[in-house]
């Protein structure tokens, strides 16, 4: 055992309490110093030079003895007991330690192991006495450990978060008022943290590194610049990054995956200790999840294999949204919608506009007319399916196609398709939808009068529901959704409807001049099937552009409201009232999967009691029902699991017994052994190093503790010893006799000395 340092030990200090202010002392020096000088010039006359000189000494070192007096010494003496501080040892047991690099023997486990020894013999054995070793195990989480654990520990962590354990070990130490005296950390450094960590304030680390990066041998891929959203017919570049460790040039195939099936290969030269960079440029042809793959064949002696893979998932889109658009008649509310929707670089619009119907006779013949006439037939049967978003602009379809290519659309927008019908005198029941299956998929009933077009002025304003849902939530200038809504310019004309759906959703009304009248339905929207629908009941929502752009106003809040018009139609997921997800990407197995979700009601405000369905599908085929718990926040939920397979996991929540507010959310996650550990074994030196110095502490290799690298260590840790105050005597030296009578015998031999020479 080593021999412990002494446990209570005295210690005196000096410390002043000045009797007057500090002000009043130089005040005092500076009279006392200019009447010292005056009585040496004048007994400089009287006396030699020695005796002038030895007077004035006298008087001064009375002087000064009276300012000491004056100043208050206080003499502090202490009696100390040093403390016994705790010493934070740190072992990193990931995967990574157990690599061998190159040594049959011994993993990176082992040498720490080694590099620690016992009670009997080694840094453990120096350590004791002098100070309290804490041994603890990391790699995602911290554990306290005794030395038997320490002993039998294997190295099956699936990350390297050394910033955690740093910042639970100096917490934990605070909880416990147990200061350290500093950190031991033994690691190979390969951390897994997104940052490099920092060092915790006031504890200094003593690294000890373990691995060789000299025989460390291994080639890694990783993904450089994938996106994870793509678009039919629209290449995607792909890059990758292929790292060397340990062999000397190589040319290597590099070899892009979806599934089993190979879509291309290249091969890349790699320099030795460096990496190199392959790009592939692939056009997805479908829509969906593409679950990609880029490799590299393992080679001789390589420390990983998992590494050699990189696996991603890439969602492919239509490439843009398709709209079309028919429009009765080529007025204001046409121009400007279009304008709206052109301005939309994501946006292909196809729109048609009636100059003329069948009936109107022209005295051309069909074959010189410049105006092609309504492709009905292609648009309504062949192409429907191609487009997104349907809008109807005060357009009958009476005069230009079958009854039966109103049930196609019934049809689309019961698949998922979006359709939004716009007022006029020719929409609604005016343009003869009444009792059609236009009526059954939009979220209104037209009545029974015979003409529902009123050619009155509205004011608009936003319901509760509208100043929530996203189509019309949206502000300007510091203003709420509802206060911009307050001051858009009047509508002239609308549509009356009888009566709302169930399961409708209402988002602003109109009233009459004076707000006088019952309040009439002017936007509402709804769901059918899969698809989503819009009643717009006016012609005359154009004036929110140009009268607003023409006056102090600003046309923006038209603008938004097209975009997020035609955003909620299409189920933007950026608009859903359900959204989840995980909060990674990839798991080990056996690690929590936490999955959180937004629910919304059908007006957009956090839902209060959702019943939602959480349904997951393993590799294998097999299913799980999972029950989400409410989160923090109203309309938040958190629904947890343990994968145990590796592979590919899909998710499914839903809203269940809601046909009013349906909604979908699906994603991905990939479960894999060791991916945060695989990406590199590489010890990283660097790392330990840049935490030593920060905290000015040490780095020590194995190989330096038999060479006097444990001293080093000693001394670093007991600079930071710690110490309790047992006793204090305080005393105070002007107010003992000796102080005075030190004072008194001064100033009488300056007095004997004075009448010696005769003097005064």
């Known amino acids: 055992m080593p021999s412990s340092a002494p446990t209570i030990w005295s210690t005196s200090a000096l410390a002043w309490e000045s009797l007057v202010p500090g002000w009043v002392l130089i005040l005092l020096a500076l009279g006392g110093s200019a009447l010292l000088g005056f009585q040496f010039v004048k007994i400089l006359h009287r006396v030699g030079r020695k005796d002038s000189a030895l007077l004035i000494g006298m008087r001064t070192l009375a002087l000064a003895l009276f300012f000491g007096l004056l100043l208050g010494p206080v003499l502090l003496i202490q009696e100390r007991e040093r403390l016994v501080p705790a010493v934070a040892v740190l072992v990193d047991n990931s995967r990574s330690m157990g690599l061998k690099d190159g040594n049959p023997s011994a993993t990176r486990l082992d040498l720490a192991r080694q590099a620690l020894g016992n009670s009997q013999a080694g840094l453990l054995h120096e350590l004791q006495g002098r100070f309290t070793p804490q041994l603890y195990l990391f790699n995602e989480d911290l554990q306290r450990v005794s030395a038997k654990d320490l002993a039998q520990a294997r190295a099956e962590g699936s990350a390297t978060r050394i910033q955690k354990a740093l910042a639970q070990v100096t917490d934990q130490s605070r909880e416990e008022q147990a200061p350290l005296a500093g950190v031991l950390l033994l690691s190979d450094g390969a951390q897994t943290d997104g940052a490099p960590p920092q060092a915790p304030r006031g504890v200094p680390i003593v690294a000890i590194p373990v691995g060789n990066p000299q025989k460390f041998r291994d080639l890694s891929v990783s993904s450089l610049n994938v996106p994870p959203l793509g678009f039919v017919n629209i290449p995607l570049d792909l890059k990758f990054s292929v790292r060397n460790h340990g062999y000397p040039e190589l040319s290597v195939p590099l070899i892009l995956r979806r599934g089993d099936r190979i879509l291309q290969s290249k091969t890349v030269t790699v320099p030795a200790e460096g990496e190199a960079q392959v790009s592939f440029r692939l056009t997805p042809k479908e829509v969906g999840d593409h679950q990609l793959s880029a490799s590299t064949p393992l080679r001789a002696e390589e420390e990983i294999a998992g590494n050699n893979q990189v696996q991603l998932t890439v969602r492919v889109l239509r490439d843009r949204i398709r709209a079309l658009i028919v429009s009765g008649s080529p007025s204001w509310n046409y121009r400007f919608l279009r304008e709206a929707l052109k301005s939309d670089p994501t946006l292909d619009l196809v729109s048609f506009v009636i100059l003329r119907t069948p009936l109107d006779e022209v005295n051309v013949p069909e074959n010189e007319l410049s105006l092609i006439p309504f492709p009905t037939d292609r648009l309504f049967t062949q192409e429907l399916d191609n487009f997104d978003l349907i809008v109807f602009d005060n357009f009958t379809y009476l005069p230009y196609f079958p009854f039966h290519y109103l049930e196609n659309i019934k049809k689309f927008v019961e698949k998922g398709g979006a359709f939004a019908m716009l007022g006029g005198p020719s929409s609604f029941r005016d343009g003869g939808y009444a009792g059609t299956p236009i009526e059954e998929i939009l979220p209104v009933r037209m009545g029974d009068s015979q003409a529902t077009y009123q050619k009155n002025s509205i004011s608009v304003q936003l319901t509760r529901e509208g100043t929530n849902h996203p189509m019309t939530r949206f502000g300007s200038n510091g203003h709420s959704p509802a206060e911009v809504w307050n001051q858009l310019p009047r509508l002239d004309g609308y549509n009356r409807v009888d009566r709302l759906k169930s ?204 060479r006097g690298g444990i001293d080093k260590i000693r001394r670093l840790l007991e600079s930071r010893s710690q110490f309790r105050l047992l006793a204090e005597r305080r005393l105070k030296l002007g107010q003992t006799p000796w102080a005075f009578a030190l004072l008194t015998l001064v100033l009488c031999a300056e007095w004997f000395l004075r009448r010696r020479r005769g003097l005064s």
């Open 503 to 706: 399961g409708a959703i209402l988002l602003a009304t109109g009233r009459g001049l004076g707000g006088e009248g019952n309040a009439e339905p002017v936007l509402v929207v709804g769901t059918y099937g899969k698809g989503r629908t819009m009643a717009l009941m006016s012609d005359y929502f154009w004036r929110w552009n140009f009268t607003a752009a023409g006056g102090d106003q600003s046309n923006r809040p038209y603008l938004q409201f097209v975009h997020r018009m035609v955003r909620w139609l299409i189920r933007d997921p950026g608009l859903d009232p359900l959204v989840a997800k995980a909060d990674r990407a990839v798991y080990e197995p056996g690690e929590e999967v936490t999955i959180r979700i937004r629910a919304l009601d059908r007006d957009y405000s956090p839902a209060k009691n959702p019943t939602l369905s959480v349904s997951l599908q393993g590799p294998g085929g097999e299913n799980v029902s999972l029950i989400p718990k409410p989160g923090e926040k109203a309309g938040d939920f958190i629904a947890t699991w343990r994968p145990g397979n590796s592979g590919e996991y899909r998710v499914r929540v839903e809203t269940r017994g809601q046909p009013e507010n349906p909604g979908r959310s699906e994603f991905s996650f990939r479960v894999q052994s060791g991916t945060l550990e695989a990406a590199s074994g590489f010890p990283n030196r660097e790392t330990l190093q840049s935490l030593a110095g920060s905290s000015q502490g040490l780095v020590v290799s194995p190989e330096e503790l038999s």
